[in-house]
């Protein structure tokens, strides 16, 4: 059995803990959440970081960037594989170089969007010339800390589509940590940080999360568009995710064919 502990049970650390204790994935057992929640959670088995370092086999961080940097390195430097829905964080290139450098083996969730395999393999063909992901969210759940007053109002009273910021996959990715983890997956997907294009859209009238990634290369023309219906506890994650981490469990744990 597969002994998995999960870090951070909201939106998604909570789906994928309940999952795993109801016994839903074959061959993974739960060895229990850490969170900084006020109140534990009635049922499921709370641990703390030290024991989850020792209980485990793999570490599924669903907790945030300031998690993921916190905690990451001690987890691989433990010998534990670690997978990660923060993707994001990894804008941060020391942080990755220090999770890349093992012994335990990081694993990230293709989370809210699809096609990071086939832009993997385009990549592989030479190199991809453009690439550009557009995410729209609802204004209410766009606000940052270092946004202006004039920006957030702006933000409050959109009537229609307003562009927030467009720029590098790295820069958009840090800007906005619980809305644009895709953007690093894609530039980590792409296998370059540098081509991969980003913009933040609000849209006061979007029911749905949508993200559009665009992608040209020497192996083709590429088009996915994604439209999640977001988390109702946590709306800037989409309600899909926590089962795009279960489903990467179970392949993990499980003797099944998967795709590659
Ligand atoms: N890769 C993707 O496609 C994708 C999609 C959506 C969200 N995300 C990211 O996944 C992460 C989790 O999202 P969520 O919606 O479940 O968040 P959430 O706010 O609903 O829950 C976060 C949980 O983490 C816990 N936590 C916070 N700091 C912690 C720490 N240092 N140690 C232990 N626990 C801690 C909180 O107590 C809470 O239980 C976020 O970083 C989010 O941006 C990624």
Same mark, same amino acid.
């Given at each position: 059995m597969l002994s998995v502990s999960v870090l951070g049970c909201g939106a998604i650390g909570g789906v994928v803990a309940r999952a795993l204790q109801a016994g839903e994935v074959p061959g993974v057992v739960l060895a229990g959440v850490a969170h900084r929640d006020? =109140?534990?959670? /009635?049922d499921l088995p709370v641990i703390d970081e030290a024991a989850l370092l020792v209980s485990s086999d793999l570490v599924v961080e669903c907790a945030g960037h300031a998690a993921l940097s916190g905690t990451g390195p001690s987890v691989v430097a433990a010998g534990l594989d670690l997978f990660v829905t923060? =993707? *994001? +964080? $990894?804008?941060d290139a020391d942080l990755l170089r220090t999770l890349s450098a093992g012994p335990g083996r990081v694993q990230l969730t293709t989370g809210a969007i699809g096609g990071l395999d086939l832009i993997r393999s385009a990549a592989a063909? *030479? *190199? $991809?010339?453009r690439v550009r992901i557009t995410t729209t969210k609802r204004p209410?759940? $766009? *606000?940052?800390?270092?946004?202006t007053d004039t920006e957030l109002s702006r933000l409050g009273s959109a009537t229609e589509p307003l562009v927030l910021r467009e720029g590098s996959a790295r820069e958009i990715a840090t800007a906005f940590p619980r809305s644009a983890n895709v953007a690093a997956s894609v530039a980590l997907a792409a296998g370059d940080w540098e081509v991969v294009e980003a913009a933040v859209v609000a849209d006061p009238g979007a029911e749905r999360t949508t993200h559009v990634i665009e992608a040209e290369g020497n192996a083709g023309r590429y088009r996915f568009e994604i439209e999640n219906l977001p988390s109702?506890?946590? /709306? &800037? &994650?989409? +309600?899909v995710v926590p089962y795009a981490v279960l489903r990467a469990i179970g392949e993990l744990a499980g003797r099944s064919p998967v795709f590659r």
């Open positions: 006020p =109140v534990d959670p /009635p923060s =993707v *994001g +964080a $990894l804008a063909m *030479g *190199g $991809l010339r209410e759940i $766009l *606000g940052q800390k270092w946004m109702e506890q946590t /709306p &800037t &994650t989409s +309600a």
